[in-house]
């Protein structure tokens, strides 16, 4: 079907071996920055909200998560004396812009993808019509019609092949936007769940190991 379609046929090829591996790398990507995590900041949070500062620094410290790297900046600059809270602010959102460019990594490829492979699709059909075309008028009156639909044929397998590989690519350009979009938003939101909590004065620890 390849040799079949033509030059068109093997760049869409191309782009579904491409397309594989983009889908992959993203999903590898993805799992290193921990975007399906957040436990520990949910816990940070809730220690932050009881005034147990300290535990919730110690609750993210160190770990890999999108929201853990970004609530621990949230938290440690809020502590720091030596920060006033405009750079504080300023601090946290810098993290969080890097770790929203990590996670929107590799979405332009799919993007484009998706809006160049049925348009390769629908050029090989046409170059195919046209060769198809041009075969039954040398033809003359001598002209097969079987020629002219086994030819239409062949130029069609390139719309539908540019159309398998921009439907996945649509469908995971979509999903990855998803989980992007749900983490700004969950990074918006600790951080200034934990900004609008930095001004109250700290509690005492309270040890709950059995309810925790």
Do not use: C
């Amino acid at each position: 079907m390849i040799r079949d379609g033509g030059w068109t046929m093997w760049l869409i090829a191309s782009l579904s071996v491409a397309t594989l591996a983009i889908v992959l790398w993203k999903l590898l990507s993805l799992s290193r920055l921990g975007v399906w995590g957040g436990s520990h900041s949910r816990r940070a949070i809730a220690l932050w909200a009881k005034g147990r500062r300290r535990e919730a620094m110690e609750e993210v410290r160190g770990r890999p998560s999108a929201r853990a790297r970004v609530a621990q900046a949230a938290i440690g600059t809020s502590l720091d004396p030596a920060i006033d809270d405009k750079t504080a602010r300023e601090e946290t959102a810098r993290i969080a812009r890097q770790t929203l460019y990590r996670a929107r990594e590799g979405l332009r490829a799919l993007e484009l993808i998706a809006t160049i492979a049925p348009l390769l699709g629908l050029l090989g059909t046409v170059l195919g019509m046209i060769t198809a075309f041009q075969v039954l008028q040398e033809s003359g009156n001598q002209a097969d019609p079987s020629d002219l639909a086994g030819g239409i044929w062949v130029a069609l397998l390139t719309t539908a092949a540019g159309m398998a590989v921009a439907i996945p690519a649509g469908v995971a350009l979509s999903w990855f936007e998803s989980i992007a979009d749900r983490l700004q938003a969950d990074l918006e939101d600790l951080a200034t769940r934990i900004f609008v909590k930095a001004d109250a004065p700290e509690q005492p620890t309270l040890r709950l190991e059995a309810a925790e």
